[in-house]
């Protein structure tokens, strides 16, 4: 057997290999992005969970919310029934024994039709004086409390969920007042519905629209610091009302709901269990809902899956690492029989080499691990050496100067490394007596034994090196002089051609440098007289045929290449040798644009000044408003006539004053001034002041800086704004009470069309045949969203519009919920964007969506078909809006026109649609798609 050794080697090279490196990262990859898919798979199927509980949740929130709803409009109908409410005034007033008997006909008929336990009637007293059941003897603390909200908000008030210790079942009461027949805020008695919970309320709670071994849905709220469940639970018997738990104990899903956070959780419900929990509060109560199931039932199915896939994932590997085992050993093979080949070049190549480099005039050497392996006769010669003394015995550092060695060193680290594969320097060599000169290196790095090495060659560049930089330095300070100064240099040849051009001189002349060389001094030198335009004399021809320095005549201008005209001044020099022979010429000029319009703008600004001075004078002098300009302690240094006359005083007469002692009286400025406020922020600044006289002002103050960010003065402008500020006071006030008017107005109307449906509900109720009984509920529907845009506008800041898309979603949900025959045969759809609408366009809309919804559980889904119900509200390009109500039922019927129908329905879509100047279209693709511009 092979020891653990041997096969350690074995393996390192393996994994050391590009191919196992590969296959490895591919090992990786392969479990990550199966723990990836995994993690998603999971997710996903959570997502689908969640999203369940989710609907069942908002679906038991709104069935519970429009339960209590529906409590209190039973309790409205009662004592605003025009026959009923009287008859219970009148009893209240004046008991009679014929009176009693109806009454409680009556109210037994209430009770039978929607399930109450009891009703009962207290005088003001809080006497009991009627009840179904046995009468009452006392009150519990829960009613009277509730009962002493009703007297102060004359009002229907509901009790929460309580224990009666007289029956030992959990009630629910609605108590509404019965008011005076002469004055309806006087209250002359109570009318109290009683409702057991655990008959009505809890059933509807506890109801799962699917079979399941663990879910359930919980009523919770907060009581205290602890969460108290309000109904029965599944796992856990007698707990409504008696079972808390510790808002401390926030992995409890029900007590995130309690401290107000509402979602999706994973945590543990009552029991400890793990779960999946969605919570959302009721509307309008201190009550939470809780949708929740194990998560060990929720996830079944999800784990037998996660199996496979990891099984699929070892499956993936194992063959991806024999495929790489298989690739490795033919690689093997081919790579020995290619040593074999390379070790019978190598020989002769080192053969080759040793005979070139011994002829080659340049310096040859090779160093490892620090030594000369190799150097040729001229290398040893170079340093004054013989190669057997540099060979094994010296390194390249040991042949550097000393303030060379790291540079040399560092070079030498970088190849080796792998940072860089050759490289070509200059450094200086130290010879054996001592003495250096410079050499050029150039070395690259090759594998000689299995380590690497430095191969390369050296040349002597030391008369070079002293030629370049003689020739550098003198170029360098010409440049540097002629490229520093300001003004434009050209350099020119004996003969007048170009040979330099600084920055200025090409700016100038439109000419590079570049482009300039050679070229002739008149071609890139454009010049003429300014006044006769003619061509001027160029001062180059005359320094070089003179000798001398040469001044440019007055008004001289220079034309750019691109047609632009410069003033310029200056002269020619000549360029001349030891002997005074000429050898060229230096022309030196300037830009004299900036300084000519400098002196125009000097002569303008005191023409502008003194004019601007007598216009400002008069401007001022002449507005009504009142203009003060103070120094930065409030003394007046200039005042308008109109600030002097409201004082009585001349303007003059202001001047050197302080402007709170002549308006004000005061001895030191005012707390409140706009004009301080400017001089301190140094910004403008207005206010709106009242005078003890009862007069308005407008005062802005303006801050005077100087250059250096330093307030030098103030400019006060003061305006009397007494009327207009009358009529804002007014007119704020009459735009409140009309408000307020019409917010009652909205409000009446609401509560009046909720009288109205409440009626149509009891009166439906009375009816035996189902076609009245749907031509009821319909009326009732139509009422409802008619309702609800007037209830949105009495809470609406902006009584001109109201949020369209939340009163279409409450709309919509309402009707969903109240058509519904079976719980998730229908799914609602919603996606809204947010819409202003007014009341114009918003009740007709309502209307539309009242029949298109109605119309489509009536006529698409028939015998209990499932489906989906999509409802849109978008935007549109040009500020069209766009309404869409879909359904994926059986489709609406062939060769029909809805729009001569002679359905009531859809008469009245299409009226409605043509009174908000809208179109209609109908599409059949999948179902029935109603989609509504306008």
């Known amino acids: 057997m092979r020891s653990f050794k041997e096969l350690w080697l074995k393996w390192k090279k393996r994994l050391s290999s590009p191919l196992y490196l590969i296959s490895l990262m591919l090992t990786i990859l392969i479990l990550i992005a199966g723990l990836s898919f995994r993690r998603s798979q999971e997710n996903q199927v959570k997502k689908i969970i969640f999203n369940q509980l989710s609907s069942i949740t908002e679906m038991k929130a709104g069935q519970t919310r429009k339960w209590l709803d529906d409590r209190k409009n039973d309790a409205l109908l009662l004592i605003k029934s025009p026959y009923l409410g009287t008859s219970l005034k009148a009893f209240l007033k004046n008991p009679k024994k014929e009176d009693t008997a109806k009454i409680k006909e009556r109210l037994e008929l209430q009770a039978s039709a929607y399930g109450y336990a009891n009703i009962f009637i207290l005088d003001k007293e809080r006497k009991p004086v009627f009840s179904l059941e046995p009468m009452i003897e006392q009150l519990t603390g829960e009613l009277s409390e509730i009962i002493n909200k009703v007297e102060k908000t004359k009002s229907i008030v509901n009790t929460d969920l309580h224990l009666n210790p007289a029956d030992g079942k959990i009630h629910f009461d609605i108590i509404a007042p019965i008011t005076s027949l002469l004055n309806e805020q006087k209250i002359e008695g109570f009318i109290v519905l009683v409702v057991y919970a655990d008959e009505f309320l809890f059933p509807l709670i506890q109801s799962w629209p699917v079979p399941s071994q663990t879910a359930e849905t919980l009523l919770i709220k907060r009581d205290g610091d602890n969460v ?247 170029e360098s300070e010409i440049r540097a002089t002629l490229y520093s100064i300001g003004d434009a240099v050209i350099s020119t040849d004996i003969t007048g051609r170009i040979l330099m051009m600084n920055p200025v001189a090409e700016r100038l002349t439109g000419w590079t440098e570049t482009e300039a060389k050679g070229r002739p001094i008149q071609e890139v030198f454009n010049i003429i007289n300014e006044f006769t335009r003619e061509p001027a004399e160029n001062p180059v021809e005359r320094v070089i045929s003179e000798g001398v320095v040469v001044g440019l005549a007055n008004h001289t201008v220079l034309i750019s290449r691109d047609g632009t005209e410069r003033p310029i001044a200056d002269s020619g020099a000549p360029i001349t040798d030891s002997e005074g022979n000429v050898l060229g010429v230096i022309l030196v000029f300037r830009d004299q644009t900036a300084e000519r319009e400098a002196q125009k703008q000097i002569i303008e600004a005191k023409e502008e000044l003194a004019k601007s001075e007598q216009q400002k004078a008069a401007i001022f002098a002449a507005i009504s408003e009142h203009v003060i300009y103070q120094a930065p302690d409030h003394t007046i240094l200039w005042a308008n006539r109109a600030a002097a006359d409201s004082i009585g005083k001349k303007p003059e007469e202001l001047i050197g004053k302080k402007c709170y002692q002549l308006w004000h009286g005061r001895t030191s400025p005012c707390e409140i001034c706009p004009v301080a406020q400017a001089r301190d922020t140094q910004t403008a600044h207005r206010e709106e002041i009242s005078s003890p006289d009862g007069r308005w002002w407008h005062i802005s103050g303006y801050p005077m800086i100087d250059d250096q960010g330093k307030v030098i003065g103030m400019i006060e402008v003061t305006m009397e704004i007494t009327d207009r500020k009358k009529s804002e006071l007014a007119l704020k006030a009459s735009l409140q009470e009309k408000e307020i008017l019409i917010r009652e107005i909205h409000h009446r109307v609401k509560n009046n069309m909720q009288v109205i449906s409440s009626i149509l509900n009891l009166q439906s109720a009375l009816l035996s045949d189902p076609e009245a009984k749907m031509a009821f509920k319909e009326c009732q529907y139509r009422i409802k969203s008619m309702a609800m845009v007037h209830e949105k506008l009495y809470r609406a800041k902006d009584l001109s519009n109201i949020d369209f898309s939340d009163y279409l979603k409450n709309l919509a949900q309402t009707i969903f919920f109240d058509q519904q025959i079976k719980s998730g045969q229908i799914n609602l759809h919603l996606d809204l964007e947010p819409v202003n609408l007014n009341i114009n366009v918003a009740v007709p809309l309502g209307l539309i969506l009242n029949e298109l919804i109605t119309n489509a559980f009536k006529h698409a889904f028939p015998s209990g078909r499932k489906g989906n119900l999509w409802i849109s509200l978008k935007h549109l390009p040009e500020g069209v809006i766009e309404l869409r109500v879909k359904d994926d039922g059986v489709g609406f019927p062939k060769g029909l026109d809805f729009k001569k129908a002679d359905s009531l329905g859809l008469v009245i879509i299409n009226t409605l649609v043509d009174q908000i100047d809208g179109k209609i279209e109908l599409l059949r693709d999948g179902g029935t798609e109603f989609r509504i511009t306008f």
Not at 275 to 285: E, F, G, H
Not at 365 to 383: H, I, W
Not at 400 to 407: F, G, I, L, S, V
Not at 431 to 442: C, I, L, T, V
Request: glycine share 6%; aromatic share 10%; net charge neutral.
């Open 228 to 474: 108290l469940f309000l109904n029965e639970l599944r796992h856990k018997k007698d707990t409504a009302l008696k079972l808390r738990i510790p808002l401390s104990q926030k992995n409890v899903s029900a007590v995130r709901a309690a401290l107000g956070e509402y979602g999706s959780f994973e945590g543990v419900d009552y029991r400890g269990v793990n779960v999946l929990a969605v919570n959302k509060p009721i509307p309008n109560t201190c009550w939470s809902i809780e949708a929740k199931i194990d998560r060990d039932e929720a996830l079944a199915g999800w784990r037998d899956r996660s199996t496979l896939i990891i099984l699929l994932m070892i499956s993936v590997i194992a063959v991806q690492f024999l495929l790489t085992e298989v690739f490795w050993q033919r690689r093997e093979k081919v790579n020995f029989q290619r040593l074999y080949q390379a070790e019978a070049r190598a020989r002769e190549t080192q053969e080759l080499f040793r005979v070139l480099s011994e002829s080659a005039i340049v310096g040859v050497y090779l160093v490892q691990d620090g030594l000369f392996r190799y150097v040729n006769k001229a290398l040893a010669e170079m340093f004054g050496y013989e190669p057997e003394e540099l060979i094994g015995k010296l390194s390249s550092l040991d042949l550097t100067h000393p303030d060379d060695r790291p540079m040399v060193g560092e070079y030498n680290r970088k190849r080796l490394s792998g940072e860089i594969s050759s490289i070509r320097f200059d450094f200086r060599g130290l010879r054996k007596d001592g003495s250096y000169f410079y050499a050029e290196a150039h070395g690259s790095v090759v594998e000689l034994g299995g380590k690497p090495a430095i191969i390369g060659t050296l040349i002597d560049i030391t008369e070079r090196k002293r030629l370049i930089e003689e020739l550098l330095a003198k």
